[in-house]
């Protein structure tokens, strides 16, 4: 069963055709990086103009590139939840229109319990150069789900059954790398900036707080991001009054990569701890990362070293936003609910996981 994958929840215009929920034969990724760095983050009105542009020629190319037609293509599946109001809009307009006109199924899909599905893609046309993992996921499975909205423990116990055993209660990780980076003044997106900044810096320069929770599988970040503002301020030797964005010009090289190092330490084991404490309590057969921040070489490494069970990962672009995660969760769907009539879907720009469980039991 061949899927087309749509997905323009932020910031990507990307398409991609799966087959039976484990073989990727296309992935076509349009980013609109280069635009929203000007801004230092993504303008929604931006973003969905993007998403007009480039949602049809991406669609195409993804046939094109798995060498198919709409003839071959035997379902749709779109993101409809959660994401910015107007780039789900673009994506879930075009795959209401193509399953009316090509007569094709259509499988709304939550984006990020899509992130996770990105680990159950294990094979690859020949034009596909992309090392992936030798196995799929089994169940009973654990799933940290990272990005720049999200931070959340998830228990699977079968596609589509599952049970959020935690999440952030306020700053996703993500959000909290991209606001560190202003304030240490790298590049956005905040991830990659702060990681590669890192690489040759002290991650035991600065003592950053872990913050605890009652829930101990919860996740708290702004008082980490707070703290790492005051710890610049007393560095350069300004107090709370001095404007944030101009504290980065008062860093040397040497302190910004100290920081983000440290900051980077601070937030990878403050996730590590809490997912080595939920395998400890709810034993499972699997454990993955999703979602962008799952590209982290140092989150990767540290759980991998503190996780007593092999534990593979997906390459870091399809962690990164991805159509592919998309077509491989419609896939799943497809095998235990009906399809959704084109006319009737609606999108949910703030819809959690726990509002969209499915399972055939």
Known sequence: MKVLGIESSCDETATSVVEDGRKILSNVVHSQIDIHSEYGGVVP????????????????????????????IDAIAVTYAPGLIGSLLVGTLAARTYAKIKNKPLYPVHHVEAHVYANFIIDKSESIKLDLPNNQPTFPLLALIVSGGHTQLVIFEDHGKYKIVGQTQDDAVGEA??????????????????????????????????????????????????????????????????????????????????????????????????????????????VVIAGGVAANFELRDRLRSQIPIEIEYAPPILCTDNAAMVATLGYYQSKVQPSTNPDDLKVFPTLSMNNTSWSKN
């Open 45 to 72: 009105e931006v973003a969905a103009r993007s998403h007009i542009e480039y949602i049809n020629p991406a669609i195409n190319k993804a046939l094109s590139d798995a060498s198919l037609t709409w003839d071959d």
């Open 177 to 286: 790398f991209d606001k560190v980076a202003k304030i240490l003044g790298l590049p956005y997106p905040g991830g990659p900036s702060i990681s590669n900044a890192a690489l040759v810096g002290d991650a035991h320069k600065y003592k950053l707080p872990h913050a605890k929770m009652q829930n101990p599988y919860d996740f708290s970040f702004s008082g980490l991001k707070t703290a790492v503002l005051r710890a610049v301020q007393a560095e350069v030797g300004v107090d709370y009054t001095f404007p944030s964005h101009e504290l980065h010009a008062r860093l040397y090289d040497a302190q910004r990569n100290d920081f983000a190092a440290s900051f980077q330490h601070t937030a990878v084991s403050t996730l590590v701890n809490a997912t080595k404490k939920a395998f400890e309590e709810y034993h499972p057969s699997t």
